[in-house]
C-alpha cells in the first residue's frame, strides 16, 4: 500500500490560498522549498491542508532525525509546558538546563571536562562558540572554508560561502574572516586526483598562516564534518587532523560545526567521530530539539569559562521547553539499534540511485548515514553543474507527493534528510519518486537544449 496519498492537484486549493496569504504578509525574501501548507505531521509523513499526505525527506532541513512528533518529544513537552514555559536561565535556576549540558558533555568526544552553553538556534550557537574562543585566545582571526554555510546573522553570514544566495546586498561584513580552500574530493583542479587535492588543501592551511593570517593572531578554525549546505562532503579524515596539528600547535580553538550533521544524522552521535578527531569545541542545534528551538556548544571546560561574568547569554537560551524536547530526542537518540537505521538510509539512497549513472544526469552519489546527496552534472567529464534540471525536478518530486530541498555550493545536488526510523519501503517509494521527476525534468531539458534558438 502506497504512503503518498494525493487527492487534489499539487498544491492543492487550500494550499493556493495559504500560499497567497504568505505572499501578501511575509517578505518575499524568505525562501520555500515546497508549495505545500501542512497541516499536520508523524514520524516520516507531512499532511498538507487539502489533506494530501507527503514523504518528507527535507524533515525542516535534517532537523526531524527523530521523526516529526514523536510520541516521546511531545510528551516531554506536554509535561513541562503544565510545569513551567519559561522563567529564563538568565534569572533563576531549573532542572533542565544542567541536566541537558550534562547529557551534551558525557556525549561529545574528548576525555576532557567540558562544558555547555545553551542557545535557540545554529547561527547563534556559532557566533557564541566565536566569541569563547576569542575570550579564551585574546585573539580574532577565524578561517573557514568554500561551500562552508554557518548562518545568516552578520558574523555568521560574513563565514558563510556562497556569496549571490546568502550575502548579496547585506554588507559590509565582519572582518577577521579568512576563507580557505575545502577539499571536495569530487572536485579536484584539473590536473590533480582526489588524494593530490587533499595534500595540496593541507598544505594550504599551512601556507595561509603566512599568506593570510599568523597563527599568534588566530582565534579558531571552524569546520563542517560533513559540510552541509555545501553539498553534503564528508570532510577527508586527513584534514580534520590537520586542522588539529595547527591548532595545536597555535594554540587556536578547533570547532566542529554539528548543526546539520550532528545528533545522530550520520549513525553517529557527532560525525567527527567517523574519523577519530577530537574538536575543542562542538556546535550542535537542528535535530537536537526535533523543531523545537535549541542549540549548544559544548567544549573544554577551560575555554568555555573564558568569557567574563554575564558576557554570555540570551533571554531564550536553553528555555525548559527546549531542554525537555532536547532530553526526549537524545533518549530516541540512544535507544539500543536507534541510531544505527542511519546506515539503512545511506544503503537504500545508493541502492536506488547508483543504477541510475548514465540514464540520469549524475555526477556523484555521497553522504554518510541518513545525511545523503546526489548531485547532477551536464557532463561527468567536465562535472558541469547543472543547476536548472534540479530546480526543474524539485517542484515536479512535491507534485509527486515527496518534500525535498536542494543543496550545493552550485545549488546542484538533491539532498535527503530522511528521519533515521524512515520505513525502508516508504524511503523506496519516496526515492522512486524522486527518480521520476528528475527523468521528467531531464527529458524536458534535454528537448529544450536541441531546440533551435
Not at 554557518?150 to 556569496?163: A, E, P
Request: net charge neutral; glycine share 10%.
Amino acid at each position: 500500500m502506497p504512503y503518498i496519498k494525493l487527492n487534489t492537484p499539487i498544491p492543492g486549493p487550500q494550499s493556493v490560498a495559504l500560499q497567497k496569504r504568505r505572499a501578501d504578509a511575509v517578505p518575499k525574501g524568505l525562501g520555500q522549498a515546497n508549495a505545500v501548507a501542512v497541516a499536520s505531521a508523524q514520524g516520516s509523513l507531512v499532511t498538507d491542508v487539502d489533506g494530501n499526505t507527503f514523504i518528507d525527506l527535507a524533515c525542516g532541513i535534517g532537523m526531524m532525525a527523530v521523526g516529526h512528533n514523536r510520541p516521546k518529544v511531545v510528551a516531554a513537552l506536554q509535561a513541562q509546558v503544565a510545569q513551567a514555559v519559561h522563567p529564563g536561565a538568565l534569572v533563576v535556576n531549573f532542572e533542565g538546563y544542567p541536566a541537558l549540558a550534562e547529557r551534551l558533555n558525557a556525549l561529545t568526544p574528548g576525555d576532557f571536562p567540558k562544558k555547555t552553553l545553551l542557545a535557540n538556534g545554529g547561527a547563534e550557537a556559532v557566533e557564541n562558540a566565536v566569541k569563547i574562543a576569542r575570550a579564551y585566545t585574546g585573539r580574532a582571526g577565524i578561517i573557514v572554508f568554500e561551500g562552508a554555510y554557518h548562518g545568516r546573522t552578520n558574523l555568521t553570514m560574513s563565514m558563510t560561502s556562497k556569496y549571490g544566495l546568502f550575502k548579496k546586498g547585506f554588507g559590509p561584513f565582519a572582518s577577521e574572516v579568512y576563507r580557505l580552500p575545502f577539499p571536495n574530493p569530487y572536485r579536484p583542479p584539473a590536473g590533480m586526483d582526489a588524494g593530490a587535492w587533499i595534500d595540496w588543501c593541507c598544505w594550504n592551511l599551512e601556507n595561509a598562516l603566512v599568506a593570510q593570517i599568523d597563527g599568534s593572531a588566530l582565534a579558531c578554525i571552524v569546520i563542517e564534518p560533513v559540510m552541509g549546505e555545501g553539498g553534503f562532503i564528508p570532510t577527508p579524515a586527513k584534514f580534520l587532523r590537520k586542522i588539529r596539528e595547527i591548532c595545536d600547535r597555535t594554540g587556536a580553538v578547533m570547532i566542529a560545526d554539528e548543526i546539520q550533521s550532528g545528533s545522530g544524522r550520520t549513525g553517529k552521535m557527532y560525525a567527527i567521530e567517523h574519523s577519530g578527531v577530537v574538536p575543542d569545541l562542538v556546535i550542535t542545534a537542528k535535530s537536537l530539539g526535533a523543531g523545537v528551538p535549541v542549540s549548544a556548544v559544548t567544549g573544554r571546560a577551560e575555554i568555555m569559562d573564558a568569557p567574563h561574568l554575564g558576557g554570555i547569554g540570551s533571554t531564550y537560551g536553553g528555555s525548559p521547553l527546549a531542554c525537555a524536547a532536547a532530553l526526549a530526542v537524545l533518549d530516541v537518540l540512544h535507544e539500543p539499534g536507534f541510531m544505527e537505521n542511519a546506515k539503512t538510509v545511506e544503503r537504500v539512497v545508493r541502492e536506488v540511485w547508483e543504477p541510475l549513472r548514465g540514464e540520469l544526469p549524475i555526477g556523484d552519489i555521497r553522504g554518510i548515514g541518513a545525511m545523503m546527496v546526489v548531485e547532477f552534472v551536464r557532463d561527468t567529464h567536465s562535472k558541469e553543474p547543472w543547476m536548472e534540471v534540479i530546480a526543474d525536478a524539485v517542484p515536479l518530486a512535491v507534485k509527486r507527493g515527496v518534500l525535498l530541498i536542494r543543496a550545493g555550493l552550485y545549488s546542484n545536488c538533491i539532498r535527503f534528510l530522511p528521519a533515521l526510523d524512515i520505513p525502508e519501503d516508504m524511503l523506496r517509494e519516496a526515492l522512486s519518486a524522486v527518480a521520476d521527476a528528475v527523468r521528467e525534468a531531464y527529458a524536458a531539458r534535454r528537448e529544450k537544449d536541441t531546440v533551435p534558438a
